[in-house]
């Protein structure tokens, strides 16, 4: 982080530039004209000789302190000072003067003591630079807080207060976020609403002696509304607002993030009744562990964090929300009573959920009724908040692109398709022969889908390539929200992923590539059958699978034996085979409506879940016919 470097390194640069040039500059022009005001020191005899060599100019008695000062022009051409003792009854001096043309004075000219100068000369700019170390210290640490575990520029200046933790914390003090704003995630909110309550009157706890948690945990995917709950709560309790991302702890140099945790606590505690999120904790919060490459700088931060939420006077009324979607990999001491020891899931919205979001976003846009946000929302298992409000708003962006002024369904229908699969490719790539094969492969999958599956009947089927690679796709949406699937219902979902190989297979007697992602999402779901569901018919009600960072789809980790291993592989692939098998029996059956449907796909490029039913729900001759016609 060069960046953070050079922050620590330019005042210490200017400070010294800025001492040394005030240090030239009083040697250079001060010191020499105040060299000329000193005073020499002179014997009475000399300055009588003076006298009569005319040299003196102006005269001064000082009758108090019995001194006579008086200048004379030296070689240089400068006025020089003079002193001397006056001698006792020399009634003649006057008279002497007077022959010698010097001027008496009566203002006593302003001279500079041999110690004046040593003062100026040396003393001042060692003033002037300490004075000035500590004044940028001081404002240094004003900017960046206090930190007296950091080491100046990686070593030298140790004992240099210039650590500092470099952040800027302000807390947002007017959040317009509610839980208004927050659309389903209703458990979420009925366990902030306590925080929220709390904060608002921390003294009606404190009386019943009852101890609210420090601390709550947001847990969930990435885009489900952790950030924004965050927000609303304290939107909700009208509090300030510390935010703070867990990566902003780590920096590269030791005990900056810990200074940081410190003054974060600190200002919160000024602020109190308020809010502390820590958004992303994982980064700092992981497990601390005893291998060798540990962070040391992670650990620190993360003690401090500790000792922090142990210290801090609950009273007051300061609640710290944590956001994270790796919860697994939190360190134990971070959840125990007394800190985190809250957690909130915020999963992934189910069908009602993901309406009401939708909804809740379209509120922003112009929409032209009729919407039918259900559809959508069925359209969408699996799908963030934040993908629906991206929904909401590629939709939005379409109906700019087409020049209208509302959005329609069909934009919400196109905008789904973008987010699942990407743009549209309008500079067409694809041969005819390559067409009619993606067409057949389409149809193959629709048609075992509508073979196998009722419940989640087909609604689009289209061979425009997309930006994400897919050179078409089948888009099935369930009749309504699965939270269980049923041994047979993923064979089935693994005989539909087949659907596409297996008329490839059926038609050109040929594979091609196109089948990849199929076969890759075939084998996760065979393999999660046998390693996690127990569905496996040789091994049945044993897991052999540890699933990986839940929230972020990290996939599962198998274990077992080496011989169990190959039988899952072996396993997996027969189901796969099986289902392939099927899905190229139930083809063969409707080898008619397969070309049929094909031809009808070729023609069109996108077709609806209606034209396909009508399609495959009419009588076998005519689809003889038309596939006669296209002659595959
Ligand atoms: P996270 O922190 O869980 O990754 P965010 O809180 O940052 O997710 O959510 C990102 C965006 O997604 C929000 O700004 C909001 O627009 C939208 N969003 C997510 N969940 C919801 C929800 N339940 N209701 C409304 N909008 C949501
Ligand atoms: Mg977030
Ligand atoms: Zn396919």
């Given at each position: 982080?060069?960046?953070?470097?050079?922050?620590?390194?330019?005042?210490?640069?200017?400070?010294?530039?800025?001492?040394?040039?005030?240090?030239?500059?009083?040697?250079?022009?001060?010191?020499?004209?105040?060299?000329?005001?000193?005073?020499?020191?002179?014997?009475?005899?000399?300055?009588?000789?003076?006298?009569?060599?005319?040299?003196?100019?102006?005269?001064?008695?000082?009758?108090?302190?019995?001194?006579?000062?008086?200048?004379?022009?030296?070689?240089?051409?400068?006025?020089?000072?003079?002193?001397?003792?006056?001698?006792?009854?020399?009634?003649?001096?006057?008279?002497?003067?007077?022959?010698?043309?010097?001027?008496?004075?009566?203002?006593?000219?302003?001279?500079?003591?041999?110690?004046?100068?040593?003062?100026?000369?040396?003393?001042?700019?060692?003033?002037?630079?300490?004075?000035?170390?500590?004044?940028?210290?001081?404002?240094?640490?004003?900017?960046?807080?206090?930190?007296?575990?950091?080491?100046?520029?990686?070593?030298?200046?140790?004992?240099?207060?210039?650590?500092?933790?470099?952040?800027?914390?302000?807390?947002?003090?007017?959040?317009?976020?509610?839980?208004?704003?927050?659309?389903?995630?209703?458990?979420?909110?009925?366990?902030?609403?306590?925080?929220?309550?709390?904060?608002?009157?921390?003294?009606?706890?404190?009386?019943?002696?009852?101890?609210?948690?420090?601390?709550?945990?947001?847990?969930?995917?990435?885009?489900?509304?952790?950030?924004?709950?965050?927000?609303?709560?304290?939107?909700?309790?009208?509090?300030?607002?510390?935010?703070?991302?867990?990566?902003?702890?780590?920096?590269?140099?030791?005990?900056?993030?810990?200074?940081?945790?410190?003054?974060?606590?600190?200002?919160?505690?000024?602020?109190?009744?308020?809010?502390?999120?820590?958004?992303?904790?994982?980064?700092?919060?992981?497990?601390?562990?005893?291998?060798?490459?540990?962070?040391?700088?992670?650990?620190?931060?993360?003690?401090?964090?500790?000792?922090?939420?142990?210290?801090?006077?609950?009273?007051?009324?300061?609640?710290?929300?944590?956001?994270?979607?790796?919860?697994?990999?939190?360190?134990?001491?971070?959840?125990?009573?007394?800190?985190?020891?809250?957690?909130?899931?915020?999963?992934?919205?189910?069908?009602?959920?993901?309406?009401?979001?939708?909804?809740?976003?379209?509120?922003?846009?112009?929409?032209?009724?009729?919407?039918?946000?259900?559809?959508?929302?069925?359209?969408?298992?699996?799908?963030?908040?934040?993908?629906?409000?991206?929904?909401?708003?590629?939709?939005?962006?379409?109906?700019?692109?087409?020049?209208?002024?509302?959005?329609?369904?069909?934009?919400?229908?196109?905008?789904?398709e973008?987010?699942i699969a990407?743009?549209?490719?309008?500079?067409?790539?694809?041969?005819?022969?390559?067409?009619?094969i993606v067409a057949y492969h389409e149809i193959g999958h629709a048609l075992v889908a509508a073979k196998v599956n009722?419940?989640a009947p087909v609604t689009k089927i289209t061979i425009?390539?997309r930006?994400?690679?897919a050179l078409g796709y089948t888009m099935q949406v369930e009749?309504?929200?699965?939270?269980?699937?049923?041994?047979?219902?993923?064979i089935n979902r693994l005989k539909v992923l087949a659907g596409g190989r297996a008329a490839e297979e059926v038609v050109?007697?040929?594979v091609t590539?196109g089948a990849a992602n199929d076969i890759e999402r075939a084998?996760?779901i065979?393999?999660?059958?046998?390693?996690?569901?127990?569905?496996?018919?040789?091994?049945?009600?044993?897991?052999?699978?540890?699933?990986?960072?839940?929230?972020?789809?990290?996939?599962?980790?198998?274990?077992?034996?080496?011989?169990?291993?190959?039988?899952?592989?072996?396993?997996?692939?027969?189901?796969i085979?099986?289902a392939l098998?099927d899905a190229r029996q139930i083809l063969?059956?409707n080898?008619?409506k397969l070309?049929?449907l094909a031809?009808y796909l070729m023609?069109?490029?996108t077709i609806t879940g209606?034209?396909f039913m009508?399609i495959l729900?009419?009588?076998?001759?005519?689809?003889?016919?038309?596939?006669?016609?296209?002659?595959?």
């Open positions: 982080m060069p960046e953070s470097q050079n922050k620590k390194r330019n005042p210490m640069i200017i400070y010294v530039a800025f001492a040394l040039l005030i240090m030239v500059l009083i040697q250079v022009f001060v010191v020499p004209t105040l060299k000329n005001q000193v005073v020499k020191d002179v014997s009475y005899d000399q300055f009588m000789s003076m006298v009569d060599e005319k040299k003196v100019e102006t005269v001064q008695l000082d009758s108090t302190k019995l001194e006579i000062t008086f200048t004379s022009t030296n070689a240089d051409g400068d006025t020089q000072y003079y002193k001397t003792g006056m001698w006792p009854n020399d009634t003649t001096l006057a008279e002497k003067l007077q022959e010698s043309g010097a001027e008496f004075t009566s203002v006593i000219p302003q001279t500079t003591s041999p110690f004046t100068l040593f003062v100026i000369s040396m003393l001042l700019p060692i003033v002037i630079f300490v004075g000035l170390g500590v004044w940028l210290n001081k404002k240094l640490r004003e900017k960046m807080g206090e930190d007296p575990t950091m080491t100046f520029g990686g070593g030298g200046l140790s004992s240099s207060p210039f650590g500092k933790s470099g952040a800027k914390i302000v807390a947002d003090t007017d959040i317009n976020e509610t839980f208004a704003s927050v659309a389903g995630q209703d458990e979420a909110k009925e366990t902030l609403s306590e925080i929220v309550d709390f904060l608002h009157d921390p003294s009606r706890y404190e009386s019943i002696g009852a101890k609210l948690p420090k601390g709550a945990l947001l847990v969930g995917p990435p885009g489900t509304g952790k950030t924004l709950l965050a927000r609303a709560v304290a939107g909700e309790a009208k509090v300030p607002f510390f935010s703070m991302s867990g990566s902003e702890f780590v920096e590269m140099f030791v005990g900056r993030g810990a200074a940081k945790v410190r003054d974060l606590f600190k200002q919160a505690n000024e602020k109190a009744p308020c809010i502390v999120f820590i958004d992303e904790i994982d980064t700092i919060g992981k497990r601390r562990d005893t291998t060798l490459q540990s962070n040391d700088e992670r650990e620190q931060t993360l003690n401090q964090l500790l000792t922090e939420m142990d210290g801090f006077d609950n009273h007051k009324g300061i609640v710290v929300l944590g956001a994270t979607n790796r919860p697994e990999t939190l360190d134990p001491a971070l959840l125990r009573p007394g800190r985190f020891d809250r957690r909130v899931p915020v999963e992934l919205p189910d069908l009602a959920g993901r309406e009401a979001i939708l909804r809740l976003h379209a509120n922003q846009v112009k929409m032209q009724n009729p919407i039918d946000f259900g559809v959508i929302a069925r359209a969408t298992p699996g799908a963030s908040g934040a993908d629906l409000a991206n929904i909401i708003n590629e939709a939005a962006l379409r109906a700019v692109r087409e020049g209208r002024k509302f959005v329609l369904q069909e934009d919400l229908m196109e905008s789904v973008v987010v990407g743009m549209q490719r309008k500079s067409s790539v694809l041969s005819p022969h390559e067409k009619k009722h419940k425009v390539p930006t994400s690679g009749d309504e929200e699965n939270y269980l699937l049923s041994k047979n219902d993923i050109f007697g040929d590539t084998t996760q065979a393999r999660d059958m046998i390693t996690r569901y127990g569905m496996s018919d040789e091994y049945g009600f044993v897991a052999f699978g540890e699933q990986q960072s839940k929230y972020l789809g990290g996939g599962t980790k198998i274990n077992g034996s080496e011989e169990t291993l190959r039988d899952i592989d072996l396993e997996v692939s027969k189901t085979n099986d098998a063969k059956e080898k008619f070309h049929e031809a023609k069109k490029e209606d034209e009508n729900t009419r009588d076998e001759k005519q689809g003889e016919k038309i596939a006669q016609g296209v002659g595959a």
